[in-house]
């Protein structure tokens, strides 16, 4: 009888294990900077966080620093303030995680510092919480707004760009990790198939590289999502999200009255945290109340790339 009772709570001990970890879904939101998945798909990234049924895995691929390496990005930042600037927007973002995994979950203890883990050889800064996973690749910050920009004194003026067009043949990240275009695009790759191990469903979140439908964006935003788009080209269960930036300002709003609000308390998660570490936060409020996202495939999508996001 004492075997029988152990027998059993083995086998109900496995199956609840086995509940726990197993997922429906995995949603990637791949993206240049900290603040994107909040402005551009705030409302999935909302409800999919929350969701202990989905994996949610940001990857950030830009240290999103404007110029200050690691140090104090004094324009934004408070008087006598020590806190780096790039690390004050990682905070950020995180604090957004945080704030809508408990939207109807008990918080769980938050690590104040991702960790380092070694993918493919890189060494990469790594955050969990919950369901949720970032990673930071912390690579050199373009500058605002457009292609064929120059890049900042303070990173040797490198940029995805350059390195996309072969301008450069590597670039070197906060963390001293250097690496090539493939380098990159192996990194993620192998982010997206650890991270979706059994999981039947995959969805990738990233800028559109269709200039049709997001025309004059950051070069950081449009190399990002070419990078994502290569990396899980040939996935079967991957299909992509592709979303608009900067030309929201430009588009009718096409939020409801709730999915506004819940887009606007989640950017005042995130803008609170980055206050927090002394630095201010620009809100584009026009923003606010539209998110235009397409769905594709990434093979058909890299076949049809414009000219000017394509590698020499």
Known sequence: MFYLALLIVLVVSSFVITAQNSYRKAVFFTHAHQDDAVYFCGVPMSDYVKDNSIKTIFILYSASDQGANTGIYSPDSKVGNTYPFYKARDYGLMKAVEFCSTNGNKPIDFAEEPIDVVVEGKTIRKWTYRNSVIYFLDLPNGDCCSLNMDGYPANGYQTLEKLRKGIIPSITSMNNQTYTWAEIRQVVRRIFLNETADIPLVEVYSADVNFKYNPNDHADH???????????????????????????????????????????????????????????????????????????????????LPEQLSSK
Do not use: C, Q
């Open 222 to 304: 449009y190399m990002s999502s070419v990078l994502s788009l290569e990396a899980m080209k040939g996935l079967p269960n991957f299909s992509s999200k592709l979303h608009t930036d900067y030309h929201l300002s430009n588009l009718p709003a096409n939020l409801d009255y709730d999915n506004i609000v819940k887009k606007s308390i989640l950017f005042g998660a995130m803008a609170s945290g980055i206050a927090s570490k002394g630095y201010k936060v620009t809100r584009h409020l026009d923003w606010f109340d539209k998110e235009y996202i397409r769905s594709s495939k990434a093979d058909s999508v890299l076949l049809s």
